[in-house]
């Protein structure tokens, strides 16, 4: 480091500090860590400093000095990121900007049915918020717990109710977010109709950080489901899911709030790690959906359609099995063990991410040669398959054989597998990342699935509203030669 550029830094770190107070900047590797570590723990960065604002004002001074500076910012929600979108890199030269201290529930307007978030509210608390006030905020991931608003906006989050209510941007009216040179773009309006022009929120929402800070937004609310029934299927096969779903979606029309897909090997993998967790049917099934219907009230009503398609399911030789919740309890039982997927994964050392969407129609052959690829290449992975069906989502998660160390089994295979996996879904019209968004693990492989015309508005969008490449710099966009 030269003279000029280390008084440059102490400079820039000093400013921060004055902006967000001493205990609000961290600059001790130690201290920097959780923050620099993605959560699967498979990427390592390094910051310069790490700053948690508490106020929108604050994010656009922090911007301004690190636009004048010169210096790269990553924002970071909960820092769920599945595709090390939310990390710095090894260069050690960025300032990763955590939104956890805006965790404000700003207004809920119940006649509008619209809450205002600061970003950095936990998913668990906007719907927790909601509840409170007699409505339904239905964005619905493992994940709640932990990440944060700003982050599902800015991956577009999706999880096991989009079937229902649409995915992130589908739930939003408006952003406030704070641009690379500090000026602060809002539309925290709440308006279901507003034809001004260009959609401009819709650029910031899904762009993983690379355009600007989601500081806050405006989203949607539902009414409470009134009555729910819910039911772990085992289906003769995906196909057998597909068609399922077609005379579920006939039966309960716009009720099948849930349809997930789950695999064996991705039941067993729950089971062995969490002993304490049983499993729904006695015997093991290759295929099985866990599907969920919501209405305002009736509760028979809704049990009764559940048992319609459950019977025609058995007279069509779909379904081979079921246990329908009893109670509560069961349900959630039902989606622990669906949920618990993902971390059972990551306790065994990781597995290959592929997160496709494909046409309903063709996903059930997509899933049969997709795994006959990957068997072909790794004989012995366990097919962790499961997903949102409903919406033609499905994790192809490949996980390593019990007696193979996952770090081998990841050299080895991760990336053949997920090139055969996504290359399969492009060809068929599918996309290589339906809910994850693409951040640094997927950037490279926009290259194969998307136009050069594509790539060059992208860049293009990029360049107008990022001219330094200071925001996430590295995620996402691919550098193609003549792009960058
Ligand atoms: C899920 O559906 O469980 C999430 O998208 C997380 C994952 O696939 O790992
Ligand atoms: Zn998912």
Redesign the pocket.
């Known amino acids: 480091m030269t003279a000029t550029s280390a008084n440059s830094s102490a400079q820039l770190l000093q400013g921060l500090r004055a902006i967000v107070g001493d205990k609000a900047c961290m600059e001790a590797a130690d201290d920097m860590q959780p923050f620099t570590t993605d959560y699967r723990k498979l990427y390592h960065g390094k910051a310069l400093a790490v700053v948690l604002p508490a106020t929108t004002q604050q994010v656009s001074e922090v911007m301004a000095l690190c636009f004048r500076h010169g210096v790269p910012v990553v924002p970071q929600g909960g820092n769920t990121s599945?595709m090390g979108g939310a990390v710095p890199d090894a260069a050690g030269d960025a300032v990763v900007l955590n939104l956890r201290r805006m965790n404000q529930v700003q207004e809920i307007d119940v006649v509008n049915d619209t809450m205002t978030l600061s970003a950095g509210v936990t998913l668990q608390a906007a719907r927790a918020a909601a509840q409170e006030a007699g409505r339904l905020f239905p964005l619905r991931?493992?994940?709640e717990g932990s990440c944060q608003i700003g982050g599902n906006l800015s991956t577009n989050a999706?999880?096991?109710a989009v079937l229902r209510y649409g995915n992130m941007r589908d739930l939003t009216l408006g952003i406030e977010a704070v641009l690379p040179d500090g000026r602060i773009y809002s539309s925290l309006r709440g308006l279901r109709k507003d034809n001004t022009g260009y959609d401009l929120k819709q650029l910031f929402i899904g762009s993983e950080g690379t355009l600007g800070i989601i500081t806050a937004a405006v989203l949607k609310l539902m009414p409470l489901p009134g009555a729910t029934a819910a039911a772990w299927i085992a289906v003769r096969d995906p196909h057998a899911a597909v068609e399922l779903l077609t005379e579920a979606k006939r039966v309960a029309g716009q009720a099948v709030t849930a349809f997930e897909l789950i695999s064996g090997p991705a039941l067993t993998l729950v089971l062995e790690s969490m002993p304490q967790l049983s499993a729904p049917l006695p015997e093991t099934h290759d295929w099985m959906v866990l599907i969920e219907l919501t209405s305002g009230g009736d509760a028979e009503g809704l049990d009764a359609m559940l048992m319609g398609i459950l019977e025609q399911g058995l007279e069509r030789g779909l379904v081979t099995d079921a246990a329908i919740a009893a109670s509560l309890a069961d349900t959630r039982a039902f989606w622990q063990l669906?949920?618990e997927?993902?971390d059972a994964?990551t306790r065994t050392g990781g597995s290959i991410?592929c997160?496709i969407s494909i046409p309903l129609s063709k996903i059930a052959d997509f899933i049969a040669e997709a795994s006959a690829q990957v068997l072909a290449l790794a004989p012995d992975a366990r097919m962790v398959i499961?997903?949102?069906m409903g919406d033609g989502n499905v994790?192809f998660?490949p996980l390593r054989p019990k007696d193979m160390a996952a770090a081998e089994f990841l050299a080895q295979n991760y990336a053949r597998v997920s090139h055969a996996v996504d290359g399969l879904a492009t060809r068929q019209n599918g996309s290589i990342s339906a809910?994850?968004g693409i951040g640094v693990a997927k950037r490279d492989d926009l290259l194969e699935c998307k136009s050069p015309v594509e790539l060059e508005l992208m860049w293009q969008i990029k360049r107008a509203l990022d001219p330094g490449n200071l925001l996430n710099p590295g995620k996402v966009l691919p550098g193609a030669k003549g792009l960058v």
């Open positions: 599945l991931i493992g994940s999706g999880g096991t669906r949920e997927i993902s994964q991410k997160d499961y997903g949102h994790h998660n809910e994850h």
